[in-house]
């Protein structure tokens, strides 16, 4: 089994097909630099995580939604929440050209629960992969780097999102190539 390494977006954008609060910068999202996508939400309890969805390669979101809607977005640190893994398929059938595709990518949303407030999707997408033809998905593991403001007035209250990076598991199809590496025998001449 090969993996594509953690890999960053090539485009992320604050996406209002879900919640109401956009999220500033979401350009920030494409590399982990501590320079922050950031949603605000206006309680002075902790945010939750409302949506971990992937994007298909037709642009709609999965089904398969991995937030934990119960777990608190509280750490004032720089920390990494992981989703999926190497043999997580996210409830999908995938194809090397679907994770290929530019529109593939990841959403992540956050809900403000004593004020019912949801962050718009903080969409990431066109990842550059290049997967090769043929190949089998095994898993897909994304990770969301973030951490948590809660320092000023309420309307000062912030989720900042640094990185979000997926990494694809594969096992290349067993196929063989005709070519350098695997060229025909020499012709005999029968006379």
Same mark, same amino acid.
């Given at each position: ?13 604050? =996406? /209002?097909?879900? *919640?109401? %609060?956009?999220?500033? &910068?979401?350009?920030?999202?494409? !590399?982990?630099? $501590?320079?922050?996508? +950031? ?61 290929? =595709? /530019?529109?593939? *990518?990841? %959403?992540?949303?956050? &809900?403000?629960?004593?004020?019912? !407030?949801?962050? $718009?999707?903080?969409? +990431? ?67």
């Amino acid at each position: 089994m090969a993996d594509t390494g953690f890999t960053n977006p090539g485009t992320a954008v604050s =996406d /209002s097909a879900v *919640g109401a %609060v956009a999220w500033s &910068d979401p350009d920030n999202a494409k !590399t982990s630099n $501590n320079t922050y996508a +950031t949603g605000k939400y206006n309680y002075h309890e902790w945010p939750y995580e409302e949506y971990a969805q992937l994007v298909l390669a037709d642009g709609s979101i999965g089904s398969t939604n991995k937030a934990n809607t119960s777990s608190e977005l509280s750490s004032y640190s720089e920390t990494t929440i992981t989703y999926g893994g190497s043999s997580d398929k996210w409830g999908e059938t995938w194809s090397a050209s679907d994770i290929n =595709d /530019s529109d593939f *990518g990841f %959403v992540f949303a956050f &809900d403000d629960q004593y004020l019912p !407030t949801i962050s $718009n999707y903080l969409k +990431t997408t066109n990842f550059g992969f290049a997967i090769p033809t043929g190949s089998v998905i095994d898993g897909i593991e994304v990770g969301v780097e973030y951490k948590q403001v809660n320092d000023g007035p309420i309307s000062d209250n912030q989720i900042m999102v640094d990185n979000i990076a997926i990494k694809v598991y594969y096992t290349e199809g067993s196929t063989p190539t005709v070519g350098t590496k695997y060229p025909l025998p020499a012709f005999k001449n029968i006379t």
